[in-house]
């Protein structure tokens, strides 16, 4: 196990100061005009790739790190950029975790590195598991996968809703349903080959933040994927969804729902960290403005309501960085989150950042509330913290019944 330690080492430091450059001089500078444009920032995406940062080898560098402050630190760093443009640049990324974490070593080396092409043709991959009547309730999902033998295919139907990269995406993985008696339990996911008929983009979504983040409707007709396309395989698939109805038999043949949700722990902190980012770009900007505005013949910051209004902000930020560390730490040494500490970092990073963002705002008065500044961006980015990955309301209630024993539905 890694010892844990406040101070990154030297190469996270290295990383990390390389991260900050790249966000510094190449995200921020183009982070009003692609919030503006509301499309994918290709260009940046493909210079991200040409220094390394979009890959798969960057992304399992960070992921696989002992220390668990790999993901953290980088998304953090990247966030702080812009968080439209960095959600284009860590997207696909978030769907090859799921193929990381579920696939076998074939399926791994054959559809992850379709999923960020090449330097000089980059691509995009998509992770599909919401619906329009399936959000923070997973087990309600309806798009059902269904194997048809003689050909040694599934038959994929259904639609998919807030797809970060869908329909764009070269990859998609898309979660279904085998096993409808099962709730969440008998989901599966499966890897949707580029060009593969019946697959079409739904409706893009116009969004009050991170415009820079392409987030569409996935429609799936007929869709037919190879049995090799299903992560993990058939037999493991078989072995998960017998355990499964032993356990559902056990229990009087109540429904299983919701335990999918655990899994999300581990991934949560992330999401946590892309909040703090965004919250220490809007604190740094308060901060600065506060230092070099001045009204009635001194900086702003001599008043003790601007001076205090920043200290809480830094405060909180330090404070969400380190719930964040933690449960970093904690999934990437297998230890349990009997509390929940995944979806608290989470819940306190991102309602952390709505906060901050809008302090922001205010210190910076009029210029806070204009596109002149980038604190408004900000805040309007720092909304979808507490709305994907699980809303505040659902890291709430996976919270409160964790700590109560409770089982998560
Ligand atoms: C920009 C964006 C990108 C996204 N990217 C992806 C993606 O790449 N892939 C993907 O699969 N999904 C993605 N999502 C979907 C996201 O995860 C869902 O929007 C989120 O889980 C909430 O689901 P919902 O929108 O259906 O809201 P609902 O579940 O309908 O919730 C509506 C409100 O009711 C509250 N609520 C619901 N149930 C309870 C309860 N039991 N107790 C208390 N309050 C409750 C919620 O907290 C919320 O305030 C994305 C969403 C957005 C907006």
Known sequence: MAEFTMELNDEQREVRDWLHGFAADVIRPAAAEWDEREETPWPVIQEAAKVGIYSLDFYAQQYFDPTGLG??????????????????????????????????????????????GDQNDVKVAAFCSSEPDAGSDVASMRTRAVYDEAKDEWVINGTKTWATNGGIANVHVVVAVVDPELGSKGHASFIVPPGTPGLTQGQKFKKHGIRASHTAE????????????????????????????????????????????ATFEASRPAVGAMAVGTARAAYEVALEYATTREQFGRPIIDNQGVAFQLADMRTQIDA???????????????????????????????ETAKKVTAQAIQILGGNGYTREYPVERMHRDSAIYTIFEGTSEIQRLVIARTLAGMPIR
Do not use: H
């Open 71 to 116: 993901i953290p630190m980088a998304m953090e760093e990247l966030f702080w950029g812009d968080a439209g443009i960095a959600l284009s640049i860590v997207g696909t990324g978030l769907a090859a975790v799921g193929v990381l974490a579920n696939g076998t070593e074939e399926q791994i080396g054959t559809w992850i590195p379709q999923m960020y």
């Open 218 to 261: 996935v429609v799936l007709e007929n869709v037919r994927v190879p049995g090799s396309c299903l992560l993990g395989g058939k037999e493991k698939l078989d072995e998960r969804l017998a355990r499964a109805r032993e356990k559902a038999k056990a229990s009087g043949g109540e429904r299983v729902k919701n335990a999918a949700m």
């Open 320 to 350: 969400a960085r380190l719930l964040v560390w933690r449960a970093s730490w904690m999934a990437v040494n297998g230890k349990p989150f009997t509390a929940a500490e995944g979806s608290m970092s989470k819940l306190f990073a991102s």
